[in-house]
């Protein structure tokens, strides 16, 4: 066995703790801490040069008691099916913690867009749907965009999908562009969601945004709407960081003042890197990658990667930090959180923080069924609601039964997917 660092038998292992605390049944546990079905396949592809190259395709759908199995497509080099199949247990429980009636699924092909011409990548995206356009639909499973891939990947996909099985099906996917079956708000779901956690979280301690200060990790789709929220709600965040291409390493942007949004966006790579030269002319202060961690600040918004406040990083959190938000995925090493939960810092954990995203999917994907599209505001306030109810059923377990606050949010999760097992007499 590799030494390498294994999601999915980290995506187990978090599984069986819970199992354990739950005191699940076997068959359950057998269930829940394995992918339902998997489909491995070959997508070959005529490249622009005339010469064929046959690339590997996945799709898992980890568990689809509680709706179809919902998920992003990844184009990634690196792509493994483990990574896959973690992803798609996250998904489960990103969806039943929010409560929408979905289930978990992730797909993925190992490719290096960099490398591919346009053309090149709509031939792999219709070829991946030809080979899985029996197992993925608006009422099995739903795919979406993820690492490398977007709304025009989307689009190609559902084209396919409707050429082979004749007629219009919106539903099949989500991500797709505003105006070809796309949801309003989409894109600032992530973060604004994150934000809607914080100001119930803040609450709960007496406190609110207007006034506090923030500091987040990353300056991409997630950090930039988070911060742009938090601080419409008049609290300040004082610095964001984000990779440099050129020199290959992050840095911080601090301006005690609070960071201004558009200014940033408009001095950052479509990647969000922000331009370091262009980011001193407007008076930020560039600080090393990690500096983001040790702000006095109340609440930290780690939204760029995984692995970020880890054994080497927790103790350089400064005492003030009352709140972390996870908007990035996995940012917290197990060694880490042993630290957090010591110190008594509220956690609002990764697939409740950053669940805005998903929950924005499954609105575009009732949408495109009814096919009729709703205002932006309407969906913000659809999505507020959701993730206030979602945050404050952590809240109460976690409280009344003194569970740390990702624990209480799996609890619930697994919980809910283990009754709908049962109710489904599959346990
Ligand atoms: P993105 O690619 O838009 O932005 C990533 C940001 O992180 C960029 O600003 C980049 O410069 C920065 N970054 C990269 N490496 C860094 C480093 N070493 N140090 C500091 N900054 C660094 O990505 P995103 O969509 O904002 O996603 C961020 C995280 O949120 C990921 O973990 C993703 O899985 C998760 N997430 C995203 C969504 C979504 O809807 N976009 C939903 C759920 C979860």
Known sequence: MSKTFNAFQMAQQQFDQVADLLDLDHGTRELLR??????????????????????????????DARGPS?????????????????????????????DIPLGGGKGGVICDPHNLSLGEQERIARGWVRQISKVIGPLKDVPAPDVMTNG????????????????????LITGKPVGMGGSLGRTEATGYGVVYTIREALQTMGMEIKGSLASAQGFGNVSQYAVELFQELGGTVVAVSSWDQHDQVAYTFRRMSGVNVAE??????????????????????????????????DVLIPAALENQINADTVNRIHPRVKLIAEGANGPTTPEADEVIKARGIYVIPDFLANAGGVTCSYFEQVQSNMNYYWSREEVLTKLDDKMTAAFQAVHALSVEKELYQRDAAYVISISRVADASKMRGWV
Not at 38 to 47: C, K, Q, T
Not at 154 to 166: Q, R
């Open 34 to 63: 394995n992918p339902m079905r998997e489909f491995h396949f070959l997508i070959p592809v005529r490249m622009d040069d005339g010469s064929v190259q046959v690339f590997r395709g996945f799709r898992v759908q980890h568990n």
């Open 70 to 98: 919902k998920g992003g497509i990844r184009f990634h080099p690196h792509e493994t099916v483990d990574t896959v199949r973690a992803l798609a247990t996250w998904m489960t429980w990103k969806c039943a913690v929010v």
């Open 152 to 171: 025009q990947h989307m689009l190609w996909m559902m084209d396919e999908y409707e050429t082979i099985h004749g007629g219009h099906f919106p539903g």
């Open 264 to 297: 940033l966006r408009s001095i950052s790579d479509r990647f969000g890197g922000i331009d370091k030269e262009k980011a001193a002319a407007l008076g930020y202060e560039r600080l090393e990658a990690n500096a983001w961690i040790e702000q006095e600040v």
